[in-house]
């Protein structure tokens, strides 16, 4: 995990590249984020014992393979903490996690046979979502809740927002979100719906931003 600076004792919010060093931090970010979630609630049914181990062997797997494919991960650090993190896949990488076969097998001894169903299920319906020509993908991204409502989400958001306007290959960035208090915040940053996925009771959102190379001139400019 690195900076490039020597911003030490501030409570100014850095942005970090990441790389497996922050492999512990992120994976408990990230389930401190996502296990009162809807979207994960239903794929891993949080009615039944062991919830948090599934939530937290799901995104310890997801993690492990957005590193081992080279994939873009970055932080915000704040007086040398790390508070928010989120994972970019590129545009030609349109990830089927039914042709990882590995990464299936850890799951299903990990997260169970029925938990790995219903998400591979349910990505597979993303993928059938996703824009033409190719656009980057946002399949993890979280704020400590004890730092939330702080802009470091909004932070890191940008920040991803830039990443994807440097690769001319990519269209715009596509995410998803099972939760509609969150909704008002992703138009305000420019997202679209681009459809729905019924999950039990509730719907999940995808959501799609354009991001040209030319935004990210006009930011530098």
Not at 1 to 14: A, C, H, I, L, Y
Not at 80 to 107: C, H, Y
Request: proline letters at 5%; one cysteine or more.
């Amino acid at each position: 995990m690195s900076d490039g600076t020597q911003n030490k004792n501030s409570q100014e919010p850095v942005i970090v590249r990441l790389d497996g060093s922050a492999r512990n931090e992120a994976i408990s970010i990230l389930v401190h984020a996502y296990r009162d979630e809807p979207t994960f609630q239903y794929l891993f049914d949080h009615r039944r014992p062991g919830y948090q181990q599934r939530v937290r062997a799901t995104v310890r797997e997801l993690i492990d393979l957005y590193f081992g494919l080279n994939q873009d991960a970055v932080g915000v650090l704040v007086n040398d903490t790390l508070v928010a993190v989120a994972f970019i896949g590129e545009p030609e990488l349109r990830l089927n996690l039914a042709e990882q076969l590995s990464w299936r097998i850890r799951m299903v001894l990990t997260a169970g046979f029925a938990s790995t169903r219903r998400y591979l299920d349910y990505h597979e319906k993303i993928r059938e979502m996703l824009p033409q020509p190719l656009a980057h993908q946002l399949p993890l991204m979280g704020v400590n809740p004890n730092y939330q409502n702080k802009g470091y989400g909004r932070l890191l958001l940008s920040t991803v927002e830039k990443l994807c306007a440097e690769n001319p290959r990519g269209s715009g960035l596509v995410l998803d979100t099972g939760n509609s208090r969150y909704l008002p915040f992703y138009e305000s940053e420019g997202f679209r719906s681009l459809g729905t996925i019924r999950l039990g009771s509730f719907e999940d959102h995808i959501l799609f931003r354009e991001v040209r190379p030319d935004e990210q001139a006009a930011v530098s400019g």
